[in-house]
């Protein structure tokens, strides 16, 4: 059925190939490499075009040219590139994002916890992370904002932002550009894009992709490919420009992943007393998951509407209004056995519509944004816990609605105290309301009738709503120094906030008697379930500088992490046999941690001419040096562990470096590059396990690409991971730590996911 699917679409791709060329007539093309060599790079991380250099805060960009250059698919390789950045797909899936910054982040993807990195397509927020794993077709630039952004960027930025930027219509010509990727394990990739003005002052553009490869091993229970891809996606938008100063923006782009459930790798065997015995297999990208009852598919559509009109050469209004909706069915096999022991079929719903105005102010010595958002959103989660077919097929089914309304006003303004020093000052006020209705059930006779299951309710654990609301305000403050137009030096204090919530896991009949009055209140319940926002105050100090063979950014921060929220779980015995028969989510605010750190990203010119006329050497690097310890960690049990605890996801240490040779070939430019990228080791979670966690490796990638003299042909070839390095980027654990007896379910979960092996792709495009 894949196959035939795969046949499907690509045909479907290239008669639209075909009809887009009939109807797009040639245009003179960009001279090859003048993006990729430009000086100046302009960025909106603060909601205003500037130049890289004068924005006094971390940021690193990517601009389209530079992504095709490395061979990038999609947004977790700028993470190899990009210090103090950790971007993974969660787990099962392949468009699900777990993203840190500086340490910051949130891995669990339920319904009711926030992500701590903001995701931005074109300005829009998404609010979840599921289809959040964006895959790099028509896009203009991506920037990397480390560091909160509470300001400008409201809630749930606090360790930093990513902004994908699409590219804008041609206004003038027709424009097409075609692009074929073939590569190891069956990749296949056909992306294609173009634009047709509608006269003078109106404009269309489409862009299609799919994605497709083999899976990197096999289900060796149910015969699927493991780790494979099948990713269909679109965009297309119209541009209605009447006058130079009014500009209008209709855009739609939607996304279908139906690739396979990924099947996670068991670093133990089954445990003693398992219905079989299953050892530790050797390819680490085979699985042994029996889980079938649904099949996975992710789709996500979002629509936004764009309006700018630019009133005086001082004064511009710019509003964007937007509506996003997807939904995510998913297998996951915690033990990744074919028997059903913790076998969690899952269904997550997200919508949300968004609205931002903002005026922006552009004088001669002070330029600013100032401007008004709202978010409505709602996200469910529904998913079967499947605890032990043997005995009558125990399951705990786990229901979660949540909603959230939230609204803030803003401002930011920059004001030129004198020729070299300039003064920022920002603030974001924030009214948060979340409201949360919580239903878990036992059930018997196996999976529930969510998922075609037999099974039948004989307990309700959790039936709860209820309703918290929070307010904040964010500022921002910076002063920056450019005693030269090659110098700019800065410090920035920036303050971040994430909204709290409630946990569709917990069990409300597992609330403790706080009080130890005899009776457990409402009240109780309430704070057993509610957790509270997290917030992070940053001091960053800065120094760019932008010189005719050498350039450098360098930040030293400091970051002070309170009410840190933690979700986990923990096992329940409920028939007093010595075994835990199901679970209870437990988040809390564990206390206070502090992150110090250093980045150091530069490039320098080797030098030209250096083997032949005209050519060019260079070197660039980025490195990421992270120290981040917690002052107090209270655990689910009300004990502080913080001598024991990690900050998760973040190595202490990312290095890349990045040699790349230009020159002269037949016709057209050559552009070779080897990269090195390094990362420190890292704790799947808060506390360290050495079996799960990932020790420092290094990815070797090597790209050579050749552009025609008129930049209509490209041809490439990259390599990724060249030495075929085995690392681990997320992993469960359900067992004890010293022992590895289980702690939830009878097999012993202990799992590891991997990042992609040694891949080479081969790629052809052709513009005009």
Same mark, same amino acid.
């Given at each position: 059925?894949?196959?035939?699917?795969?046949?499907?679409?690509?045909?479907?791709?290239?008669?639209?190939?075909?009809?887009?060329?009939?109807?797009?007539?040639?245009?003179?093309?960009?001279?090859?490499?003048?993006?990729?060599?430009?000086?100046?790079?302009?960025?909106?991380?603060?909601?205003?075009?500037?130049?890289?250099?004068?924005?006094?805060?971390?940021?690193?960009?990517?601009?389209?040219?530079?992504?095709?250059?490395?061979?990038?698919?999609?947004?977790?390789?700028?993470?190899?590139?990009?210090?103090?950045?950790? =971007?993974?797909?969660?787990?099962?899936?392949?468009?699900?994002?777990?993203?840190?910054?500086?340490?910051?982040?949130?891995?669990?993807?339920?319904?009711?916890?926030?992500?701590?990195?903001?995701?931005?397509?074109?300005?829009?927020?998404? &609010?979840?992370?599921?289809?959040?794993? =964006?895959?790099?077709?028509?896009?203009?630039?991506?920037?990397?904002?480390? +560091?909160?952004?509470?300001?400008?960027?409201?809630?749930?930025?606090?360790?930093?932002?990513?902004? %994908?930027?699409?590219?804008?219509?041609?206004?003038?010509?027709?424009?097409? #550009?075609?692009?074929?990727?073939?590569?190891?394990?069956?990749?296949?990739?056909?992306?294609?894009?173009?634009?047709?003005?509608?006269?003078?002052?109106?404009?269309?553009?489409?862009?299609?992709?799919?994605?497709?490869?083999?899976?990197?091993?096999?289900?060796?229970?149910?015969?699927?490919?493991?780790?494979?891809?099948?990713?269909?996606? %679109?965009?297309?938008?119209?541009?209605?420009?009447?006058?130079?100063?009014?500009?209008?923006?209709?855009?739609?782009?939607?996304?279908?992943?139906?690739?396979?459930?990924?099947?996670? /790798?068991?670093?133990?065997?089954?445990?003693?007393?398992?219905?079989?015995?299953?050892?530790?297999?050797? &390819?680490?990208?085979?699985?042994?998951?029996?889980?079938?009852?649904?099949? *996975?598919?992710?789709?996500?559509?979002?629509?936004?509407?764009?309006?700018?009109?630019?009133?005086?050469?001082?004064?511009?209004?710019?509003?964007?209004?937007?509506?996003?909706?997807?939904?995510?069915?998913?297998?996951?096999?915690?033990?990744?056995?074919?028997?059903?022991?913790?076998?969690?079929?899952?269904?997550?719903?997200?919508?949300?519509?968004?609205?931002?105005?903002?005026?922006?102010?552009?004088?001669?010595?002070?330029?600013?944004?100032?401007?008004?958002?709202?978010?409505?959103?709602?996200?469910?989660?529904?998913?079967?816990?499947?605890?032990?077919?043997?005995?009558?097929?125990?399951?705990?089914?786990?229901?979660?609605?949540?909603?959230?309304?939230?609204?803030?006003?803003?401002?930011?303004?920059?004001?030129?105290?004198?020729?070299?020093?300039?003064?920022?000052?920002?603030?974001?006020?924030?009214?948060?309301?979340?409201?949360?209705?919580?239903?878990?059930?036992?059930?018997?006779?196996?999976?529930?009738?969510?998922?075609?299951?037999?099974?039948?309710?004989? $307990?309700?654990?959790?039936?709860?709503?209820?309703?918290?609301?929070?307010?904040?305000?964010?500022?921002?403050?910076?002063?920056?120094?450019?005693? #030269?137009?090659?110098?700019?030096?800065?410090?920035?204090?920036?303050?971040?906030?994430?909204?709290?919530?409630?946990?569709?896991?917990?069990?409300?009949?597992?609330?403790?008697?706080?009080?130890?009055?005899?009776?457990?209140?409402?009240?109780?319940?309430?704070?057993?379930?509610?957790?509270?926002?997290?917030?992070?105050?940053?001091?960053?100090?800065?120094?760019? %500088?932008?010189?005719?063979? %050498?350039?450098?950014?360098?930040?030293?921060? /400091?970051?002070?992490?309170?009410?840190?929220?933690?979700?986990?779980?923990?096992?329940?015995?409920?028939?007093?046999?010595?075994?835990?028969?199901?679970?209870?989510?437990?988040?809390?605010?564990?206390?206070?941690?502090?992150?110090?750190?250093?980045?150091?990203?530069?490039?320098?010119?080797?030098?030209?001419?250096?083997?032949?006329?005209?050519?060019?050497?260079?070197?660039?690097?980025?490195?990421?040096?992270?120290?981040?310890?917690?002052?107090?960690?209270?655990? $689910?049990?009300?004990?502080?562990?913080?001598?024991?605890?990690?900050?998760?996801?973040?190595?202490?240490?990312?290095?890349?470096?990045?040699?790349?040779?230009?020159?002269?070939?037949?016709?057209?430019?050559?552009?070779? *590059?080897?990269?090195?990228? /390094?990362?420190?080791?890292?704790?799947?979670?808060?506390?360290?396990?050495?079996?799960?966690?990932?020790?420092?490796?290094?990815?070797?990638?090597?790209?050579?690409?050749?552009?025609?003299?008129? +930049?209509?042909?490209?041809?490439?070839? /990259?390599?990724?991971?060249?030495?075929?390095?085995?690392?681990?980027?997320?992993?469960?654990?359900?067992?004890?730590?010293?022992?590895?007896?289980?702690?939830?379910?009878?097999?012993?979960?202990?799992?590891?996911?991997?990042?992609?092996?040694?891949?080479?792709? $081969?790629?052809? $495009?052709?513009?005009?």
């Amino acid at each position: 059925m894949k196959k035939t699917q795969k046949m499907t679409r690509a045909a479907l791709l290239l008669s639209t190939i075909a009809s887009t060329m009939l109807i797009a007539a040639p245009v003179q093309a960009q001279q090859a490499g003048d993006t990729a060599t430009s000086d100046v790079i302009t960025v909106t991380a603060r909601r205003r075009e500037e130049s890289l250099q004068d924005v006094p805060l971390a940021v690193t960009a990517y601009t389209g040219d530079q992504l095709e250059a490395m061979g990038a698919v999609d947004i977790l390789a700028i993470a190899e590139t990009t210090p103090n950045v950790t =971007l993974e797909a969660s787990r099962g899936t392949n468009s699900t994002l777990s993203a840190f910054i500086r340490g910051v982040g949130q891995q669990d993807p339920v319904a009711g916890f926030e992500a701590g990195v903001g995701i931005y397509v074109d300005d829009v927020y998404l &609010n979840r992370p599921q289809a959040a794993v =964006l895959d790099i077709y028509d896009v203009e630039r991506i920037e990397v904002l480390r +560091g909160p952004q509470g300001t400008l960027y409201g809630r749930n930025t606090i360790g930093g932002a990513i902004k %994908y930027v699409t590219r804008r219509l041609d206004p003038d010509a027709p424009a097409l #550009s075609a692009r074929l990727n073939v590569g190891s394990f069956g990749q296949l990739d056909q992306i294609v894009s173009g634009s047709v003005p509608m006269g003078d002052t109106f404009r269309v553009g489409a862009a299609v992709a799919n994605l497709q490869r083999d899976g990197f091993g096999t289900n060796l229970t149910t015969g699927e490919e493991n780790y494979d891809k099948d990713v269909l996606g %679109y965009r297309v938008s119209a541009e209605w420009e009447p006058t130079g100063d009014l500009f209008f923006r209709l855009a739609y782009d939607s996304v279908e992943d139906t690739s396979s459930p990924r099947g996670g /790798h068991r670093l133990i065997p089954s445990a003693p007393g398992y219905p079989a015995f299953y050892g530790v297999m050797d &390819n680490v990208f085979d699985t042994r998951a029996g889980l079938d009852v649904v099949a *996975q598919n992710v789709q996500s559509d979002g629509l936004a509407l764009t309006a700018e009109w630019r009133l005086n050469d001082n004064w511009t209004v710019r509003n964007i209004l937007s509506r996003r909706e997807d939904e995510s069915t998913t297998p996951i096999d915690f033990d990744n056995l074919p028997e059903g022991d913790l076998d969690v079929p899952a269904i997550y719903t997200n919508e949300q519509t968004s609205e931002e105005f903002q005026l922006l102010y552009e004088g001669d010595r002070l330029a600013g944004v100032m401007g008004y958002y709202s978010l409505e959103a709602n996200a469910t989660t529904v998913f079967d816990v499947l605890l032990d077919t043997v005995l009558a097929g125990l399951n705990a089914q786990t229901f979660g609605d949540v909603d959230t309304s939230t609204w803030s006003v803003f401002a930011n303004f920059t004001y030129d105290l004198t020729d070299t020093v300039s003064l920022t000052l920002g603030g974001r006020y924030t009214e948060d309301e979340r409201t949360s209705r919580v239903l878990r059930r036992t059930y018997l006779g196996g999976f529930s009738e969510y998922f075609g299951g037999a099974g039948f309710a004989i $307990a309700t654990t959790s039936d709860f709503l209820g309703t918290n609301s929070w307010d904040d305000f964010s500022p921002t403050a910076s002063i920056s120094w450019q005693p #030269s137009a090659a110098n700019n030096f800065y410090f920035t204090y920036s303050q971040g906030f994430k909204g709290g919530g409630f946990d569709p896991r917990a069990q409300t009949t597992g609330t403790p008697d706080f009080d130890l009055s005899g009776t457990v209140t409402a009240d109780e319940v309430f704070e057993f379930m509610a957790f509270d926002p997290e917030s992070v105050d940053s001091f960053e100090l800065g120094w760019k %500088y932008q010189g005719d063979r %050498y350039s450098h950014a360098v930040a030293l921060f /400091h970051m002070d992490y309170t009410d840190i929220q933690v979700p986990g779980s923990v096992g329940i015995d409920t028939d007093a046999d010595g075994i835990n028969d199901t679970f209870t989510g437990v988040t809390t605010n564990a206390g206070a941690a502090t992150i110090t750190g250093i980045e150091y990203e530069g490039t320098l010119d080797l030098g030209r001419d250096v083997f032949t006329t005209g050519d060019a050497l260079n070197f660039s690097w980025a490195l990421g040096i992270l120290d981040g310890n917690y002052e107090e960690f209270i655990n $689910a049990f009300g004990v502080d562990i913080s001598n024991q605890v990690q900050i998760q996801n973040t190595p202490d240490s990312t290095f890349s470096a990045t040699l790349s040779y230009l020159t002269s070939f037949y016709g057209g430019d050559l552009n070779s *590059q080897i990269t090195a990228s /390094h990362r420190g080791d890292s704790s799947q979670f808060e506390i360290p396990f050495p079996a799960l966690d990932q020790s420092a490796y290094t990815l070797w990638n090597a790209s050579i690409v050749w552009d025609s003299e008129d +930049g209509a042909w490209q041809m490439g070839v /990259h390599g990724r991971n060249l030495t075929n390095d085995e690392y681990r980027v997320s992993g469960y654990d359900f067992v004890n730590n010293a022992t590895f007896a289980p702690e939830l379910g009878t097999s012993g979960t202990l799992v590891g996911y991997y990042g992609n092996p040694r891949t080479v792709t $081969a790629t052809l $495009a052709y513009r005009f």
